[in-house]
T-cell receptor
């Protein structure tokens, strides 16, 4: 399967713990996006990478959140000192910069539950 | 804050019925996309509309982009249970092409 993959698919943690999610984009896709989706709502943009550079961060991304894409391939999203309000589906998407209209391909997401 | 409002929020219909989902914004978008999402999965792109007034058809699905590129609609003819899912519109925003998603329409088609 050459689509976007995310790991883990599900994560249950206790409040105050740190969690890290991984996203592997489609090979050769230089753009990578993270979104967060709460139940019954549309996804909300969190952050964007072009290659290894993090070029945009949403105000939703508090200082407890950090994202990296060290070699311009896979990306990680870490949440420190998790809170119950962090419970959501975290989606990763990738695209090629020269395609028109931002054809983003989404991974299956990581569902985080904070107890 | 979501900039795209979808209506209705929920829709439960019988197999064979027709339906329309609306996506409205006060902002102009260079393009607008429609996605379908099933539980526990990521959104899957259905269509991209770029030109004001554009109409695209995908089998029983018809998508329209408003003349002013602020709104869009999705019409499904003769709905089937397999159409069940969360339908999302998304505007493409800014130099990074991030997606600004609508509030979503949850469709349930009963056999």
């Amino acid at each position: 399967d050459t689509g976007v993959s995310q790991d883990p698919r599900h994560k249950i943690t206790k409040r105050g713990q740190n969690v890290t999610f991984r996203c592997d984009p489609i090979s050769e896709h230089n753009r990578l996006y993270w979104y967060r989706q709460t139940l019954g709502q549309g996804p909300e943009f969190l952050t964007y990478f072009q290659n290894e550079a993090q070029l945009e961060k949403s105000r939703l991304l508090s200082d407890r959140f950090s994202a990296e894409r060290p070699k311009g391939s896979f990306s990680t999203l870490e949440i420190q000192r998790t809170e119950q309000g962090d419970s959501a589906m975290y989606l990763c998407a990738s695209s090629l910069s020269w395609t028109s209209g931002s054809l983003q391909f989404f991974g299956p997401g990581t569902r985080l539950t904070v107890l | 804050t979501q900039l795209l409002e979808q209506s209705p929020q929920f829709l439960s219909i019988q197999e064979g019925e027709n339906l329309t989902v609306y996506c409205n914004s006060s902002s102009v978008f260079s393009s607008l996309q429609w996605y379908r999402q099933e539980p526990g999965e990521g959104p899957v792109l259905l269509v991209t509309v770029v030109t004001g007034g554009e109409v695209k058809k995908l089998k029983r699905l018809t998508f329209q982009f408003g003349d002013a590129r602020k709104d869009s609609s999705l019409h499904i003819t003769a709905a089937q249970p397999g159409d069940t899912g969360l339908y999302l519109c998304a505007g493409v925003g800014g130099a990074t092409n991030k997606l600004i998603f609508g509030t979503g329409t949850l469709l349930a088609v009963q056999p």
